[in-house]
């Protein structure tokens, strides 16, 4: 049925996911750092912050991914041939994985904020009464209760994300859906492979919803809900 094409199309899920898992990597962290200073940070901070979230949310993906691939190789470049290095590549795989980490970084930012603003501010203020630094309020009072409150919004993150990798295909990564895109023009058969990654999403979506639904039940343990006795 797939003609010896799926053992091809599995091999580029592998790059699928780790386009992904990186991504969210990077987004994390610049949602950490992007949330920390909309909440702790001084005005310049707050407004850079805001800038960077409101900005990169209103734009497509696409449009961000273009814009990183080729202005990259642009701008690198110009500074190549300044200092005479010859002709630079921008590898598809960093620049797919830094444009979506930073495009979600803009999301997980918001994500955060909203869970750094949920754990009660008599909490963080009592570990410093009991002579805490500020690296342990963060790490032991406010980080596990902000991952609570972020588990739902990263879940939703995640595969939204997952979905955007597809995007990376466009640059030339070889990805899950750039080989069904080889697999149909080789045997002019596209809805049989694209329906096939369409079943391999799906697969892939349900246990990521499965396993964060794990992660949020772990996170919440011992934690009584609003209509428990």
Request: proline share 3%; glycine share 10%.
């Amino acid at each position: 049925m797939f003609q010896g094409y799926l053992p091809m199309i599995l091999e580029g899920l592998s790059v699928t996911l780790s386009v992904a898992s990186v991504s969210l990597a990077i987004a994390c962290v610049i949602g950490l750092i992007g949330a920390s200073a909309k909440v702790y940070g001084g005005k310049a901070a707050r407004l850079s912050a805001a800038a960077y979230t409101t900005t990169v949310r209103a734009l497509p993906d696409l449009l961000v991914m273009l814009v990183v691939f080729y202005g990259g190789q642009i701008l690198l470049n110009s500074i190549s041939e300044t200092h005479g290095w010859g002709y630079l590549d921008v590898d598809p795989y960093i620049a797919g994985v830094s444009t979506i980490g930073f495009v979600f970084g803009a999301y997980l930012t918001e994500t955060f904020r909203g869970a750094i603003l949920s754990v009660p501010a008599g909490q963080i203020e009592a570990g410093f009464a009991y002579g805490l630094s500020r690296f342990q309020v963060a790490f032991y009072i406010l980080l596990p209760q902000m991952i609570r409150h972020a588990v739902p919004g990263l879940t939703n993150t995640w595969l939204v994300m997952l979905k955007a990798t597809a995007l990376v295909s466009i640059i030339g990564l070889d990805d899950m859906v750039h080989r069904a895109g080889l697999a149909s023009a080789a045997t002019r058969e596209p809805f049989t492979f694209y329906a096939l990654i369409g079943l391999i999403y799906l697969a892939v979506t349900t246990c990521s919803v499965l396993l964060f639904g794990a992660l949020e039940k772990a996170s919440s343990r011992g934690v009584r809900s609003g209509g428990a006795a």
